[in-house]
């Protein structure tokens, strides 16, 4: 065989390689190069030289499958219902293998099923998160069925309106057992998790009414103001291990907690108030909270994210929001 034919039987053979293939490869090449001359020169040594690399590899192969939390494991609190069934379903459809945790086992399995449909790996377990033994099990149960844990959405939650004066000790208690002790105590457990891989992402679901209080809400605004503090700490101790922190404040959004504590006419007042001209929808929790969970904020820890419609940005946004 001549040069030339040579030539023109590789060219002939590139030209079959996928567009995408041939995109993402030279994207990884550039990326090395990057790397070469960042590591050569000194700017990053060590552990950190590691998680480059990898993230170097990562980033082609995910453009090439278009998915963002490939192969990553998840557990959900409150995957049942709303919010999180919505995360569910979202990271699902990112790649992602999703323990669906909740109190309500029946609705735990029917989130997993939805996540099987869309053909990703699923686990339904129910737990109290309020209970520290039953989420040290749901830990256990996770690493026995996928091996590890990637990701932390702690959602599980529920708010009632009651006046200060008639709030009985026992719902005080309850509620901060669940909101703020439960969030508590699936952190720590999955950290200790994600401490042994060094990496890890952890959301926290708060409310609007954890930067701001609420009327006859006081145990609710008590633990979702708790949240915002344990994100805070919790994003400095375990920033040395490489798990971001964070916490999602959603306003007001169309899930059945809502419509069992709001009459209709109360929501749809509460809908002209948003400067976005309606109330969150679940997905655009989701939307939020994997942005949260993916590799694009690995910079980003202890950020209170208000998902909220501009709400936080008016001024006595939440005056008069009496059910
Ligand atoms: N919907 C909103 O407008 C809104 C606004 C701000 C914050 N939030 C927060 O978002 C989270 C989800 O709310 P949602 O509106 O989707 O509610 P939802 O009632 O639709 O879903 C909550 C889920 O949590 C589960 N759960 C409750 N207590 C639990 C426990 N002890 N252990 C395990 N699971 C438990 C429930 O069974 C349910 O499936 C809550 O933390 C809530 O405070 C909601």
């Excluded at 053979?13 to 090449?29: H, K, M």
């Excluded at 129910?126 to 039953?134: E, R, S």
């Excluded at 690493?143 to 990701?151: K, Q, R």
Aim: proline share 4%; glycine share 8%.
């Amino acid at each position: 065989m001549d040069n030339r034919s040579w030539m023109d039987g590789t060219v002939a053979s590139l030209a079959r390689v996928p567009f995408p293939i041939i995109i993402s490869l030279g994207f990884l090449l550039f990326r090395f190069s990057l790397l070469w001359v960042a590591v050569s020169s000194g700017i990053i040594s060590g552990k950190e030289k590691k998680l480059r690399v990898l993230q170097g590899i990562n980033t082609p192969v995910l453009l090439v499958r278009g998915m963002r939390l490939t192969d990553k494991v998840a557990i959900v609190t409150g995957g049942g219902s709303g919010i999180g069934e919505a995360i569910c379903e979202k990271f699902a459809h990112e790649g992602a293998k999703i323990v669906v945790a909740d109190i309500d086992a029946e609705r735990a399995e029917t989130v997993a099923g939805k996540v099987k449909t869309i053909g990703q790996k699923t686990l339904p377990h129910k737990v109290d998160v309020a209970d520290y033994a039953q989420v040290a099990k749901l830990v256990q149960a996770t690493t026995d069925e996928f091996g590890t844990i990637d990701i932390l959405v702690n959602c599980a939650g529920y708010s009632e309106f009651i006046p200060t004066e008639e709030l009985p000790l026992d719902k005080w208690r309850r509620m901060i057992d669940v909101n703020l002790n439960g969030t508590y105590y699936c952190c720590i457990a999955t950290a200790k998790e994600m401490m042994k891989k060094n990496h890890g992402k952890i959301i926290n679901v708060s409310s609007m009414a954890g930067i701001a209080g609420v009327p006859n809400n006081a145990h609710y605004v008590a633990s979702k103001h708790g949240v915002v503090g344990l994100t805070r700490a919790l994003a400095i101790d375990l920033a040395k291990y490489h798990i971001n922190v964070n916490c999602l404040c959603p306003g007001t959004t169309l899930t059945p907690l809502n419509l069992k504590i709001m009459s209709p006419e109360y929501l749809a007042i509460r809908a002209k108030r948003v400067p976005l001209g309606r109330l969150a929808q679940p997905e655009d929790q989701a939307n939020a909270t994997l942005f949260l969970a993916s590799s694009e904020s690995d910079y980003v820890t202890g950020l209170i994210m208000y998902v909220d419609g501009g709400m936080y940005s008016l001024f006595s946004g939440y005056a008069s929001s009496q059910p």
